[in-house]
C-alpha cells in the first residue's frame, strides 16, 4: 500500500526510477549543498543578524521551499539559501550602506512577493529574454569573482593594504595554513568527482581548527538555537521607501536568473526537459517564489534552487520524492547547532580580525565554478565584451553587486547606440540604462 501511494504521489514508474534510487539521491543532494547550513549564518552574522537564528532560519526555510519544490513540481530539484544572494544581502545592503538587516530582510520578502505576482502574466519569461546573454553570464562570473575573494580575505591569504586595496597575507600564520589545506583536499576531491567534497572539506578544516587552536570543540548535537532573534523582524514598511527599489529590483533579478537557470540545467540533465521548455516551470519557480518569502520571516536571505541537485540526477533522482528525504535531512540537521557554531563561529586575531579559515575554501571553489560562466561570452564582439568585463571587475572590486549590474547596463546601451546596433537591445535594457544614469545622477 505504501508503494503505490509513493507510485500515485511521484509517479515513481513513469519516471523510470525506485524508491531506493531517490532516497539515495536525496541524500546525496544533502551532502553536497549541505556546506550551506555552515556558510549561511556566518555571513548573515557579519551583519549583524544572530548566527544561531539564522542557522535555524535556513535549515527550516530550505526544508519547506524543498518539500515546496516536490509538490509543486515533483522535481528532485533541492532549494536553499543562495550563494551571492547572501553576500549582497550582507555586504552591499548591509554593512556597505548601514542599512538595518531587519529593513534588508523587508526588501527580500517584496522581491519574493514580486516573484509571486509576475507567475501568471509571464513578465519573469519576458525580463529573461530581454537582459543579453552576455551580462547573464557576466553576473554570474562578477558574483563568483567576489564570492572568491571574500573567501580569500577570511582564509586571510589577502589582507588590507596600505596605498593599495589588498595585498597577500602572512602564509605563515596558523589561519591561512588550515584554509589552504582545506582548498587543497576539497579541491582534489572535487575534480576526483567525490560527492560532497565541499562538505568534507569542511569537516577536515574544522578538525585542523580544533586541532590548532583555532576553535573549540562545542559538541555534536543539541537542541535547536531559538527563532525568535530574527522571527518575523522583517521591516516591510521601511523597505517600501523610494531609495529601496534598486535593493528590491536586484534581488528580484538575481533570483530569476539563478532559479531559471538552475532549473533548466539539472531538468535538461534529468532529461525532464520537453521540446526546449520544461514542464510544471510555475510550480518550480512559484516554489522559489515562496520558499524566498517564508525564509525572509524566519530571517535568512533569498532561496532559490540549487544547481548542486545535480548530484542527486546524476546517481538517477527523476522526482520530488529525492527532494522530500532532502528536506527531512534539512529539519534533522536543527539538532547539530553545537557543530555549526564551531565551524562557524570563526577566528578572531591579535588585531581584531575576524578570519573564517574553515568555511574560506568552500567560498573559493563555490567562486571558481560560477567563474566558468566566462567561456560563453562573446569576447570578439567589443560591444558584448566591454559591459561583461565591467560587470565581472566591478562587482569584487566595490562589493556591490548592484554596481556591476549598473555598469554592465550603461556600457551595453552606450555601446549599441553608438555603433548604430540599438535593435541588438530589448527595450528594458535602454530603460534600466537610464535609470541606473539617473540613480547616479542623483547619488553624486
Excluded at 501511494?5 to 523510470?16: I, P
Excluded at 553570464?137 to 567576489?146: D, N, P, R
Excluded at 546517481?315 to 528525504?325: F, K, P, S
Aim: hydrophobic fraction near 55%; glycine fraction near 10%.
Amino acid at each position: 500500500m505504501f508503494n503505490s501511494w509513493l507510485e500515485s504521489l511521484f509517479r515513481l514508474s513513469e519516471n523510470q526510477t525506485s524508491f531506493r534510487t531517490e532516497v539515495l539521491a536525496g541524500t546525496t543532494t544533502f551532502v553536497t549543498l549541505a556546506y550551506i547550513i555552515f556558510v549561511q549564518p556566518a555571513v548573515l552574522s557579519a551583519a549583524g543578524m544572530d548566527f544561531g537564528a539564522v542557522f535555524v532560519a535556513t535549515c527550516i526555510s530550505s526544508g519547506i521551499a524543498t518539500l515546496m519544490m516536490a509538490a509543486f513540481a515533483n522535481y528532485p530539484i533541492a532549494v536553499a539559501p543562495a550563494m551571492g544572494h547572501n553576500f549582497y544581502f550582507a555586504f552591499t545592503v548591509v554593512i556597505a550602506t548601514g542599512l538595518a538587516w531587519e529593513v534588508a530582510l523587508g526588501c527580500v520578502a517584496i522581491a519574493g512577493l514580486l516573484f509571486i505576482v509576475t507567475a501568471g502574466i509571464g513578465l519573469r519569461e519576458r525580463l529573461i529574454t530581454a537582459i543579453p546573454d552576455s551580462l547573464k553570464h557576466a553576473i554570474a562570473v562578477g558574483i563568483g569573482m567576489l564570492i572568491a575573494m571574500i573567501g580569500l580575505q577570511w582564509a586571510g591569504i589577502i589582507v588590507d593594504a596600505e596605498g593599495m586595496l589588498i595585498t597577500l597575507g602572512d602564509l605563515r600564520t596558523m589561519p591561512v595554513i588550515v584554509a589552504t589545506i582545506g582548498f587543497a583536499l576539497t579541491a582534489i576531491l572535487l575534480v576526483r568527482g567525490v560527492n560532497g567534497a565541499l562538505l568534507i572539506g569542511i569537516l577536515v578544516s574544522s578538525g585542523l581548527a580544533w586541532l590548532t587552536g583555532l576553535t573549540e570543540f562545542q559538541g555534536i548535537m543539541s537542541r535547536p538555537p531559538s527563532l525568535a532573534p530574527t522571527f518575523l523582524k522583517f521591516d516591510i514598511l521601511n523597505a517600501l521607501q523610494p531609495n529601496m527599489v534598486t535593493v528590491i529590483l536586484t534581488f528580484f533579478f538575481l533570483a530569476l536568473f539563478d532559479s531559471v537557470g538552475t532549473l533548466v540545467g539539472v531538468a535538461e540533465q534529468a532529461g525532464l526537459m520537453r521540446n526546449g521548455t520544461l514542464p510544471r516551470a510555475r510550480g518550480a519557480l512559484l516554489a522559489d517564489a515562496v520558499g524566498t518569502v517564508v525564509g525572509a520571516g524566519l530571517g535568512t536571505s533569498t532561496v532559490t534552487a540549487y544547481i548542486e541537485s545535480a548530484t542527486g540526477v546524476s546517481v538517477g533522482g527523476r522526482t520530488g520524492l529525492a527532494n522530500v528525504v532532502t528536506a527531512i535531512l534539512f529539519f534533522l540537521a536543527l539538532f547539530i547547532s553545537p557543530l555549526v557554531s564551531m565551524i562557524g563561529g570563526g577566528y578572531e586575531t591579535t588585531d581584531g580580525t575576524r578570519l573564517y579559515p574553515v568555511v574560506a575554501p568552500a567560498l573559493i571553489i563555490v567562486g571558481t565554478m560560477m567563474v566558468g560562466s566566462m567561456r560563453f561570452i562573446a569576447w570578439d564582439d567589443s560591444t558584448e565584451a566591454i559591459p561583461a568585463f565591467l560587470t565581472m571587475i566591478i562587482m569584487p572590486l566595490t562589493v556591490s553587486i548592484t554596481e556591476g549590474i549598473a555598469f554592465g547596463f550603461l556600457a551595453y546601451a552606450m555601446l549599441k547606440v553608438s555603433t548604430g546596433r540599438t535593435n541588438e537591445a530589448n527595450w528594458l535594457v535602454y530603460l534600466c540604462a537610464v535609470l541606473f544614469l539617473i540613480r547616479y545622477i542623483i547619488l553624486v
